[in-house]
């Protein structure tokens, strides 16, 4: 499968996500975990990569059947919302 760079950036920047699941990827570009495991060891540098597959090895929150949560935030609670291009006040 020929990625465009712009696919290839934002699969890096999902799998870098700690609270993206490999799932969330594969739902939206096709990929298992193993290629996108392929693609980051293709396109990081070898200690990034390490680097990654260490924060991401038995992680629960990058496999969907491991979280304990069926629905989580993906954002700080403390963040502001953002709603039509304007942040609210609380």
Do not use: Y
Not at 8 to 19: C, G, K, P, S, V
Not at 39 to 60: A, D, I, Y
Not at 68 to 89: A, L, P, W, Y
């Amino acid at each position: 499968m020929i990625l465009e760079p712009q696919h290839i950036d934002r699969i890096i920047e999902m799998a870098w996500e700690d609270r993206t699941p490999f799932e969330a990827i594969t739902f939206q570009f096709g990929l298992s975990e193993q290629e996108v495991i392929h693609v980051m060891r293709r396109e990081l540098k070898e200690s990034s990569f390490k680097l990654w597959r260490k924060r991401v090895q038995g992680r629960k929150t990058k496999h969907k059947k491991l979280r304990v949560f069926e629905k989580g935030r993906f954002k700080c609670s403390r963040q502001k919302q953002i709603t039509h291009n304007t942040i609210s006040k609380r």
